[in-house]
């Protein structure tokens, strides 16, 4: 496979794992609407801002959009990373110019997202997609390096899409009016959504109309079983009464490709006849139950314009000027130079066949992809959430936070007109300190929560499945290794250590597990012949704990 050089490219390739952990500290004052949605806003610089969400988000994200810098020169990006190399050291603090100022830009722009896209990769989960917008300056250079991160045979689409339908302001014979948005996944496509057109007559019919068998609701391919998404294991009844669960051909236990809250879920439990059934049997010498076959379910199309297939020719999914003209209806003026039209977005993200999805924009700017989420959800009755990174301390206050708040509560149009909110709400989180100084100690500011966070994450690749609870050692089981944190006082024991030493009193009052037991503390006074009859591997804080 090709891949592509470029100054400072040897010092960027470590550099995401080389940034220091930070904490998110929420500023109430900022946030708005209803809590607990799970929409959040960072201020702060994205790439501090993506290291600080992996131990909360790590796999987990279905959706990337971003619209980073097009590097055309006009823009007034200042390459900022903090590399330690001594040609890169020479960039900071200094604005990106055109081709004729500045003969190191695109090289300038290669290392600014290489770190960025490693840790959206991680961040994505692995039936998630990424989307990214582009022109012509780094088309060809952005395709290379997505191909190099993400795999060739990963990439859905070079989507080119209509941005300016008069062929934009070119004083040339040859005007550029479009953009391109490069689409890939990370190794399972099977999520993706597609479009409906037309293939012919609805041959079924019910008590509601006429329809036609489609997709059934079995999950299949990578990630089907049910210890991959335990949400998606729940009973469905067939409008005879039948209790039937998404058992796969193998008699696996599987799982649905739809969560509990999917609007076509929810109508099926209200009513089975919402979905098509039908008798279907295991695989040859399966049995499940005693039984051979069990009902199957599948969707019913009553539009007889339904069948597979996105176009990626984008000429009628909004244009600049409705992103212009949206800014300016919920601020009264153009509040931001390059915004994206919410209609983009929202085909982006309907892309992803999960109404729940987690999305995520670390170049946020205006705030189109929260606005985007909001407007979806209303529309499809989806329960998407949204994490989005603003850098720019003003833009995210004063536009990005105040485009979400508007957008929450209803807002006065720029003709007077009230516009009713979405509702919805958000969290609003500013960069903290680091989890470590740079002598590896622990920062005083570091909760137990926090550091247990920290510590599964770095030690599992994995965030913790559930909320630490205060009281309690053991902070998460992966891959049946239960992992273990002894600081703060956490056993709230004064005799060693305060609890924080692994000691056979400590070690006795331990939530029990039979398989190998990971203890993070200050000290251990136990054997080390005791250590392994115990199954125990005893790490030490903070000198044993990846600060990176």
């Known amino acids: 496979m090709p891949t592509l050089d470029w100054i400072g490219k040897k010092a960027v390739l470590n550099h995401h794992n080389e940034v220091p952990f930070h904490l998110l500290k929420e500023a109430p004052g900022l946030s708005a609407g209803e809590p607990g949605t799970g929409n959040l806003l960072v201020e702060g610089d994205n790439l501090l801002a993506l290291k600080a969400l992996l131990p909360y988000y790590a796999g987990q994200v279905k959706c990337i959009y971003i619209d980073p810098p097009y590097n055309t020169g006009n823009e007034n990006w200042i390459y900022n990373d903090n590399v330690n190399s001594p040609e890169i050291l020479k960039w900071l603090g200094q604005v990106v110019g055109s081709e004729a100022e500045d003969l190191s830009r695109h090289d300038k722009w290669l290392c600014m997202m290489y770190p960025r896209l490693s840790l959206l990769r991680q961040l994505l989960s692995y039936d998630g997609i990424i989307a990214v917008s582009i022109d012509d300056n780094e088309l060809n250079n952005l395709g290379i390096l997505m191909d190099e991160l993400f795999g060739p045979r990963n990439r859905l689409a070079c989507a080119p899409w209509l941005a300016e339908p008069s062929g934009g302001k070119q004083k040339t014979s040859l005007r550029k009016g479009h953009e391109y948005i490069l689409i890939y996944h990370k190794g399972d496509d099977s999520c993706l959504t597609r479009e409906e057109k037309s293939v012919g007559e609805l041959d079924l019919r019910d008590k509601f109309g006429k329809y036609r068998k489609g997709r059934e609701l079995l999950k299949w391919g990578e990630q089907s079983l049910r210890k991959d998404r335990l949400r998606m294991w729940f009973p469905l009844r067939t409008p005879s009464g039948v209790e039937v669960y998404p058992i796969r051909n193998d008699g696996k236990e599987g799982r649905w490709r739809l969560g509990s809250e999917n609007p076509l879920i929810l109508k099926v439990l209200e009513d089975p006849e919402n979905v098509h059934w039908e008798v279907r049997p295991y695989d040859a010498g ?263």
């Open 286 to 548: 399966v049995t499940v139950a005693g039984k051979k076959e069990r009902w199957v379910p599948y969707e019913k199309i009553r539009d007889a314009k339904k069948n597979f297939g996105w176009t990626t020719w984008l000429d009628s999914f909004g244009f600049n000027a409705d992103a212009t003209r949206e800014l300016k209806d919920l601020f009264g003026d153009k509040s931001f130079d390059t915004p994206k039209p919410t209609q983009l977005v929202k085909w982006i993200l309907s892309l992803h066949e999960d109404y729940n999805a987690l999305v995520l924009d670390s170049f946020a700017g205006s705030g189109t992809t929260g606005h985007a989420v909001m407007q979806l959800n209303k529309e499809d009755g989806g329960s998407r959430r949204c994490i989005l990174v603003e850098m720019d301390s003003d833009i995210c206050k004063d536009v990005t936070a105040e485009r979400l708040q508007r957008v929450c509560r209803g807002y006065k149009n720029a003709k007077g007109e009230k516009v009713e909110g979405l509702g919805g709400g958000f969290q609003y989180c500013k960069l903290g300190p680091v989890c470590f100084d740079e002598f590896g100690r622990i920062n005083a500011d570091v909760t137990f929560t926090e550091l247990a966070r920290h510590v599964f994450f770095t030690e599992t690749g994995t965030p913790i499945p559930k909320q630490p609870k205060a009281n309690n050692p053991l902070i998460g089981i992966h891959k049946d290794v239960a992992v273990y944190l002894l600081y703060n006082g956490i056993l709230k024991d004064k005799k060693v250590g305060g609890g924080n030493v692994l000691t056979n009193d400590v070690l006795q009052i331990l939530p029990k597990h039979n398989g190998v037991k990971i203890i993070y503390g200050t000290a251990c006074r136990l054997s080390p012949a005791r250590l392994k009859r115990e199954c125990i591997i005893f790490r030490q804080i903070p000198y044993q704990i990846k600060v990176r």
